[in-house]
């Protein structure tokens, strides 16, 4: 991981380095992806049996989890766990309650009256992996929200599991975790279907899988690349790169602490980005150190490394003024603020997806259980957009009435701007209104 002096020379390259991890989608993975969403957009249940044989050697059509299993699951899931899941669920409600709107209206003199209708989306699919990335958590995070916005249906696509039991008979199923999760989310379906294929089933609909309105959940290149390839079909929640953490911290932060913190974000992927931006440089010799102990004993260490050694950088500041002028040029997914007086610097964040404050709010904290959504604007986005939330799930109507008395009131403005503008069929809509003879 690398030691650095901040200047005004090396933001530039650090900031390309950053929004370029990712990079273009490589034209044979769009190639894939466009002949499979083609595929499953004719030939429906036929094409997602054919990529499910090819990519999981499942043989059966796709089929779906019954009500009765999901239950089944959570049933059979250890206390603890449940008894997690539901706290966690508790919080993720009552924060994101708050985001609930119910719309409005003005009335304005002579019977004129406009205002807007919130309401949530028909149906909406969550895409979630399988194999090392089940995370039960994502599962509440974009269930919930999705809920409370008062979505009529949820429907849940997975992988399905496929391995050989002790007797040698198949089994195909869900991860039971993200089985329990989606229980006491409350999705409604749940069907066995992944990768590209999945994206295209809910972008299009199949015999047996209905076609939604929204996509959301995380993925692999392909689940992300056909994402952003039925974008207009239907609406998706974002294209999302690689984790990254920023952490802001002064000569009162712990190394250990602030050690652990990085590790948390880089043992995601290999093209995850760790940062750490100080005023101490005493604080980032600490650091280096306390992350080769820790890192030693991961059980991903091999993740981890890679992430340090090609994304891992400790950045030292002059000011604390200037690490938050850089954060917020970075804009990152997850931003910490391990300073003596945290509260004061929140202020001064404008661009992260979700701020940690304090000693005490490591970013797992939100990852699962705070109520904050974790679902966030990654690359640099968080400059323009925002985590998912209720509103990530609603559409919003407007409407107008005015009685004859009303528009005669402003009929006279309304014909100037269409004469302005050359739109003379316009200014006739208004004036055919007060015409003795037409």
């Known amino acids: 991981m690398r030691i650095i002096k901040s200047n005004q020379n090396n933001i530039p390259s650090l900031l390309r380095e950053m929004k370029c991890r990712a990079g273009e989608t490589d034209r044979k ?6 002949e499979i969403l083609k595929d499953v957009r004719e030939h429906g249940d036929e094409a997602i049996r054919k990529y499910e044989r090819k990519f999981c050697g499942l043989s059966a059509e796709p089929f779906e989890i019954s009500q009765e299993e999901m239950r089944n699951a959570y049933d059979d899931a250890d206390d603890a766990f449940k008894q997690a899941l539901c706290n966690a669920s508790k919080n993720i409600k009552e924060y994101h309650e708050k985001q609930v709107q119910r719309g409005y209206e003005i009335q304005r003199p002579n019977g004129a009256l406009l205002g807007q209708i919130v309401r949530g989306l028909d149906r909406v699919g969550i895409y979630v992996p399988g194999g090392t990335a089940a995370y039960p958590s994502t599962v509440l995070m974009n269930t919930i ?11 849940m696509l997975t992988p399905p599991v496929v391995r050989k039991e002790g007797s040698g008979e198949i089994f195909i199923g869900v991860d039971p975790n993200i089985l329990t999760a989606a ?19 809910m972008a299009y609909g199949t015999e047996t899988i209905p076609q939604v309105d929204k996509i959301v959940g995380p993925g692999n290149i392909y689940v992300a690349a056909a994402k952003r390839y039925v974008y207009g079909q239907v609406d998706i929640d974002m294209i999302a790169g690689p984790s990254e953490i920023l952490i802001l911290a002064d000569e009162t932060a712990d190394p250990g602490y602030v050690a652990a913190d990085l590790l948390s974000q880089a043992e995601h992927d290999p093209m995850s980005a760790a940062i750490l931006l100080t005023t101490d440089e005493a604080l980032a010799k600490k650091t280096m150190e306390m992350l080769r102990v820790q890192s030693a004993c991961m059980k991903r260490k091999e993740t981890i490394d890679a992430s340090l050694k090609n994304y891992g950088l400790i950045l030292i500041c002059s000011t604390e003024d200037e690490m938050i002028e850089t954060a917020n040029r970075i804009a990152p997914e997850h931003l910490q603020i391990m300073t003596s007086e945290p509260m004061k610097t ?6 992260a997806g979700s701020v940690f404050c304090g000693s005490y709010s490591p970013e797992p904290l939100g990852d699962y259980y705070s109520g904050t959504n974790h679902v966030l604007p990654t690359m640099g986005t968080a400059r323009f957009t925002s985590p998912l939330s209720v509103d990530s799930f609603t559409k919003k109507m407007s409407y107008t009435y005015y009685t004859r008395e009303a ?3 402003c009929k006279e403005d309304i014909m ?11 200014s006739k809509s208004i004036s055919i209104r007060f015409m003795e003879e037409r």
């Open 29 to 34: 993975v769009r190639d894939v992806v466009e």
């Open 145 to 155: 929200p999705a809920k409370l916005a008062g979505v009529g249906e949820i429907i």
């Open 183 to 201: 229980y006491i989310a409350g999705v409604d379906r749940v069907f066995l279907a992944g990768g590209a294929q999945a994206i295209g089933a």
């Open 346 to 351: 929140l202020p001064k964040i404008k661009n």
């Open 407 to 409: 528009l005669e009131t």
């Open 416 to 426: 100037e701007i269409a004469r302005r503008e050359g739109l003379s069929a316009h």
